[in-house]
């Protein structure tokens, strides 16, 4: 059974500082291509950051410079650094899994970035 458990959301201020964490099961993760998406009230779902098995990563020209996503293969997990925050970053953020033809999303983190 695949399982990716998002953690790390929560209320910051403008300017501040969180870091998500993805952890996953039930596939194998060192060949998945990994990302980060998020998706506000009333707006479509889209593409934050990714990564590659190789490590190669994408980011979204909104959060470009501000945000780092980075993996942990022994530990089967991906992170999303995420500085600077903005109201706009505010959204509900998935962690997925592609392995194959197939995606795997996780349950969805809240990140809101208010004063």
């Known amino acids: 059974q695949v399982q990716l458990v998002e953690s790390g959301g929560g209320l910051v201020q403008p300017g501040g500082s969180l870091r998500l964490s993805c952890v996953t099961s039930?596939?194998?993760?060192?060949?998945?291509?990994m990302g980060w998406y998020r998706q506000a009230p009333g707006k479509q779902r889209e593409l934050v950051a990714t990564?590659?098995?190789?490590?190669?990563?994408i980011y979204a020209a909104s959060v470009k410079g501000r945000f780092t996503i980075s993996r942990d293969n022994a530990k089967k997990t991906v992170h999303l650094q995420m500085n600077s925050l903005k109201p706009e970053d505010t959204a509900v953020y998935y962690c997925?899994?592609?392995?194959?033809?197939?995606?795997?999303w996780g349950q969805g983190t809240q990140v809101t970035v208010s004063s």
């Open positions: 997925k899994a592609t392995s194959g033809p197939v995606g795997y």
């Open positions: 039930g596939i194998s993760f060192s060949v998945a291509a």
């Open positions: 990564i590659t098995a190789g490590g190669s990563t």
